[in-house]
């Protein structure tokens, strides 16, 4: 009967192309990839697959999975990810999962996580979740868990059973304070709570070694910053603060520091002489103080979209600065002097208004594949296949560890921006992969490129990636240029394509 049953299963997984004619047992199949299938449910003999360790069923409509793969007691890692799952599947307790993806379902439930207790890497994100008390098995193994996207609105009763979670991804909730059991997550390196609507944090928040914190998008109006002693990045953009203080104790190794939209009529100083990256854009700022010089490690400042006239000279004595930010500001003629000492090139100053840069659509995919036919008609290794291109961009779209930007004006797609998580073996860890720069040629000496990089440099310090890396076309002296003047250094290494002719 097995026999009968595997070979009915071996036919089923050739028709979904899922495995070759040469596999021949079951317990040849280690990994094995279902995804974007349209499947309804799987063969009840699917647990016959007894030496998986990966699976992807993600994009399909399941609802349920067969019991057979309690058999699965190897399996590790397991996307389930945009189905219709309205709970946690049972049967995933039966088996020494890792990582779980199960975001974008219909998940309400999540009882039967206590019983997954080996879980290490967990995706809640985009489900219908109102709380997520006494899940988890105390203590347990989970280094990373994403609830954004969900309906959650108190995590007092959370910290307790995360002590052991690294990173931990709130955004997109409906969480409304801080609360002092904020002090139980003991391990927590990064925090992203943007997008909600907190009004406190109470003083425990302060004590924590937390060193990325995302409080973006709230309804904060009073934030004394104190403490946080291994801070590295901290973004608190369109938060609408009435006022803000910030303590000579304050975050000593801060590296990243954005307050975006928040209504500022004054030019904060962070303690922090580490720091690299400073946004103050788009508030009532008049005033650039000369004490600016103290960031001597200061690479980028965006200060865009204020009320600043005059600059101080002390500003052209910083040699670190490689993009400046400072469009839409009624600048002086001493100003504009400064910037000219400084370096006019790395300057937005002739950019044009109202240009943002956003996270990609669905919709944006069909414009980025005409955007990289132009990127294509100048370096000399690929060739223009709209269809090819539209394809792979949709792939990247919907592809986990990847982000997609793109700059629009008045509702155009104008340039774009790709990067992709790698593992590196001489890290040791996440490294992003930058590829796919490209702007159109009218928008082009206008700080859109920059743009389009440091943001999704910024993402990359957010994630906690070791570096990012990029590969340019060795005949492109501008393109060159560009990325020497950003930071990025020429390494010794050459890129070498082997095609496969399929």
């Known amino acids: 009967m ?5 070979e009915t299963l071996r036919a089923w997984l050739m028709e979904q192309r899922a495995i070759s004619s040469e596999i021949k047992a079951p317990a040849e199949v280690k990994r094995l990839d279902l995804s974007s299938r349209s499947l309804q449910q799987l063969p009840e003999a699917f647990g016959l697959l007894s030496e998986l360790v990966a699976l992807n069923l993600g994009n399909n409509k399941l609802s349920s999975l067969p019991d057979s793969m309690a058999s699965m007691t190897k399996l590790s890692n397991v996307d389930l990810r945009r189905n219709v799952f309205t709970a946690v599947p049972a049967i995933l307790g039966m088996s020494p999962i890792r990582s779980l993806n199960l975001s974008g379902n219909r998940i309400g439930d999540v009882s039967e996580l206590s019983r997954c207790t080996t879980l290490r890497v967990l995706d809640l994100s985009g489900n219908v979740l109102e709380s997520f008390e006494r899940c988890l098995s105390v203590p347990n193994e989970l280094r990373t868990l994403n609830l954004a996207t969900n309906y959650i609105n108190d995590i007092s009763a959370m910290p307790a059973q995360l002590t052991s979670v690294e990173r931990l991804n709130l955004e997109g909730n409906l969480i409304t304070s801080v609360p002092p059991e904020a002090a139980y997550f003991s391990s927590l390196l990064e925090l992203d709570l943007s997008d909600n ?7 425990a928040f302060f004590t924590l070694g937390v060193e990325s914190v995302n409080l973006a998008s709230n309804r904060l109006r009073h934030i004394a910053l104190h403490g946080l002693e291994e801070l590295e990045v901290l973004t608190l953009d369109d938060n609408a603060l009435a006022s803000l203080e910030i303590a000579d104790d304050f975050a000593p190794y801060l590296r990243a520091f954005s307050c975006d939209g928040c209504g500022l009529t004054a030019f ?15 508030n009532a700022i008049a005033e650039v103080p000369e004490s600016i010089s103290r960031y001597a490690e200061l690479y980028e400042l965006d ?3 204020n009320a600043i006239v005059d600059l101080p000279e002390a500003l052209a004595n910083m040699k670190n600065l490689q993009s400046l930010y400072i469009g839409d500001n009624p600048l002086n003629e001493h100003a504009k002097l400064v910037i000219e000492v400084l370096h006019p090139e790395i300057c937005d100053i002739n950019m044009k208004t109202g240009i943002t840069i956003e996270p990609a659509t669905e919709a944006d995919l069909p414009h980025m594949a ?3 036919g132009v990127l294509f008609a100048i370096e000399q290794d690929f060739e223009i296949d709209f269809d090819k291109q539209l394809s792979g961009i949709a792939k990247l779209y919907t592809h986990e560890g990847t982000d997609l930007l793109v700059a629009r004006h008045e509702g155009k797609v104008v340039g774009m921006l790709t990067m992709q998580r790698l593992i590196s073996s001489a890290e040791g860890d996440f490294v992003g992969q930058i590829e796919d720069l ?4 009218e928008y082009r000496k206008m700080g859109v490129g920059s743009r389009l990089i440091n943001k999704m440099r910024f993402m990359a310090q957010s994630y906690g990636y070791k570096r990012i890396q990029l590969a340019a076309d060795i005949d492109n002296e501008n393109a060159l240029h560009f990325y020497t003047r950003r930071g ?3 390494t010794n290494l050459t890129v070498f394509h082997f095609k496969n002719n399929i």
Do not use: H, N
């Not at 962070?270 to 690299?276: D, E, H, M, Q, R």
């Open 2 to 6: 097995p026999e009968r049953q595997w």
């Open 370 to 372: 005409g955007l990289l």
């Open 268 to 282: 904060p100083m962070v303690p922090s002489t580490a720091l690299g990256s400073l946004c103050y854009s788009s």
């Open 197 to 203: 609507r907190i009004e406190t944090i109470d003083k």
């Open 488 to 490: 990025f250094r020429r």
């Open 438 to 441: 490209v702007v159109l040629q």
């Open 303 to 305: 200060i865009d979209g």
